[in-house]
């Protein structure tokens, strides 16, 4: 780990995809150049082996090359953040351990896949995985997907006790979480948005950054949206905003991953593979995907 890097928990840091080769092994040389035009763009971080990363179905030796991958390609030009997410504690643990060992500025904490524990097990979980390193932390509170959610007082008590934790990616699709979060702790958590149609909205309310999907395919518009928002530009905002909201739409449905993927080949910055039980997209579903893409990058602003 590069201790002179400081984990900074503000801008638009793409939950970064996984792209794997025809023989579904991870494509380690276009993942190290899509990294390097993420960040070239403006992109203050990436955020591996997320959900829309397809954590999942990684082995731990591929989450670790992975990361080691992120790494070689940033440096400390950006941070690199390591979802941790695991069936049990012991593993989400070993997680943790690899991204500090392989150079990542921070992690990114998700409650246990499947097991859907009460109030007193998910702090248990959280604090153990906070506590195997010194790296900066990020909450991730998502309870549509994983039904588990952090309350905001919830989250204060975490703070108390565990001095790492210093943002949260807030994906409860409720922007007055952003408020209630703000009167608890002011400060002192960096609050960012983990629901791409929601981003301007959440940015008024006091986000300070975007864990982003469709950035992966639209990183100039992602940061300039973004960008406007923090400045209080709403008209020049809302223009983009309004445009791109059909394609962030997308962040926000089950096939995700098939989605954005699919984006990023359209946009020749990937391919649509993705890792069973997973299948890319077909049919009417893909047809009426490639026809919102189409319409996007025919009116895409300049």
């Known amino acids: 780990m590069n201790p002179m890097k400081q984990m900074i928990w503000r801008g638009v840091m793409p939950a970064i995809t996984t792209p794997f080769n025809e023989d579904m092994t991870v494509d380690h040389g276009f993942l190290a150049r899509h990294c390097q035009w993420l960040i070239d763009r403006g992109c203050t971080g990436v955020v591996a082996l997320g959900s829309l990363g397809e954590g999942a179905t990684l082995t731990l030796t591929e989450k670790q090359e992975v990361l080691e991958t992120c790494v070689k390609a940033i440096g400390d030009r950006a941070s690199i953040v390591a979802g941790v997410s695991a069936l049990t504690t012991e593993e989400a643990c070993i997680i943790a351990k690899l991204a500090e060992i392989a150079g990542c500025h921070g992690l990114m904490v998700l409650p246990p896949y499947v097991y ?53 990616k807030e994906s409860s699709t409720d922007v ?51 960008n406007l928002a923090v400045q209080g530009d709403k008209e020049k905002a809302f223009a983009i905003y309004r445009w791109f909201l059909p394609l962030l739409r997308m962040d926000t449905v089950p096939k995700f991953v098939q989605l954005i993927k699919l984006v990023q080949q359209e946009v020749g910055m990937g391919n649509e593979r993705v890792r069973a039980p997973r299948l890319a997209l077909s049919g009417t579903e893909r047809e009426q995907a490639k026809a919102i893409i189409t319409e996007a990058l025919a009116s895409r602003p300049r």
């Open 176 to 226: 007055r979480r952003i408020a209630a979060l703000r009167a608890l702790v002011g400060e002192r958590l960096q609050i960012l948005c983990g629901v791409d149609d929601l981003i301007v909205e959440a940015v008024y309310a006091g986000a300070t950054g975007w864990i982003a999907g469709l950035v992966n395919a639209f990183p100039q518009e992602s940061v300039e949206l973004f």
């Open 116 to 168: 859907v524990g009460d109030w007193c097990e998910m702090k248990a979980h959280v604090s153990a995985v906070l506590g195997v390193t010194p790296l900066s932390a990020m909450l991730y509170n998502n309870p549509v997907a994983y039904k588990v959610d952090f309350l905001p007082e919830q989250v204060a008590a975490l703070m108390a006790s565990s001095p790492t934790l210093h943002a949260i």
